[in-house]
């Protein structure tokens, strides 16, 4: 009779602990969206409710003019994920488009830490960090719009291609449609097509796909003095599951920025930084889509002080 009751006394304790358990998830502070970053509190109140819960985020400042924002958070859907926002002020800071050598060659890939490592060693520029540019073809061939160093080298754009993001002839960024690209190419330095539109003039476009995955995305302010580049990891249920068009959409907005676009996608998103104790010089920021392998790519864009 006495075991009875302390299997009576055991189950009535698990009952009340369950009970408990399933309370706590109804606890306002369950899930806190309360950065510790003033650019992390930003990204978390201006993209709407896609941000559930931040895990952990870090802000750093490799120069005047860069910020860094590193953050863990569960979007919306209470899933696991990883971002990495460059925030750039042009000025004595500009973006630079990288490629395989430093040179057109069409078809030619390489690894985006290689390319800002070639790009540094030309003793002209600081690199302070990249990501992958836009997306290409089978044959490595980029499919939107490109230029590097005042010359045109693709002026045409695959209907895949919907925008393109250039650095102009007075310091200044656009991120704009392809079809807007006769009005400014005489003033293009630098540019990128990429993949699809999010942002026109400050209002977030209507988008016909939903999958998740991995991404990287160009967004502009609205006087082209700013410039946010940010990578989202995908493919790890435990570390990052990927993200849509519209809430790429929805941190591109948190970022402030008026006009976006995201530039590739799935295991050719890669972000670097400059890691000056290793003899490479570029690390890895992100965990590529490709198993944490790093994939040859046909461009980036990095950040560089000359």
Request: net charge negative; proline share 3%; charged share 20%.
């Amino acid at each position: 009779m006495k075991f009875n009751k302390h299997i009576s006394y055991f189950v009535l304790l698990t009952l009340l602990t369950t009970a408990c358990g399933d309370d706590a998830f109804d606890r306002p502070d369950y899930y806190d969206r309360t950065a510790s970053t003033r650019l992390g509190q930003q990204l978390v109140d201006g993209s709407g409710d896609y941000i559930g819960h931040v895990k952990n985020d870090s802000e750093t400042r490799p120069v005047q003019g860069v910020s860094l924002l590193r953050m863990g958070y569960l979007n919306a859907k209470g899933q696991a994920m990883q971002l990495f926002l460059y925030k750039v002020s042009l000025g004595d800071i500009s973006i630079r488009v990288t490629l395989p050598g430093d040179k057109y060659d069409p078809g030619t890939l390489e690894n985006l830490t290689r390319q800002a490592s070639i790009l540094e060693d030309k003793s002209v520029y600081t690199v302070w960090g990249a990501v992958s540019g836009g997306p290409f073809g089978s044959n490595g061939q980029p499919t939107g719009i490109l230029h590097h160093e005042g010359t045109a080298l693709k002026e045409s754009a695959d209907a895949s291609s919907e925008g393109f993001f250039a650095i102009l002839d007075d310091g200044q960024a656009v991120c704009l449609a392809t079809a807007d690209y006769a009005s400014v190419k005489h003033r293009i330095q630098e540019a990128v097509g990429g993949e699809t539109r999010l942002i026109e003039n400050g209002y977030r476009l209507p988008q016909s796909s939903e999958t998740a995955m991995a991404r990287t995305a160009v967004g502009v302010s609205e006087d082209g003095g700013e410039v946010y580049l940010l990578t989202v990891d995908g493919s790890d249920f435990y570390y990052s599951n990927g993200i849509s068009y519209d809430d790429m959409a929805a941190l591109m907005k948190g970022c402030g920025a008026h006009n976006s676009m995201t530039l590739c996608s799935s295991q050719n998103v890669t972000a670097v930084w400059r890691n000056e104790r290793l003899s490479t010089l570029f690390d890895l920021l992100n965990k590529p889509a490709n198993k944490g392998i790093e994939s040859p790519i046909a461009n980036g864009l990095a950040i560089v002080e000359r």
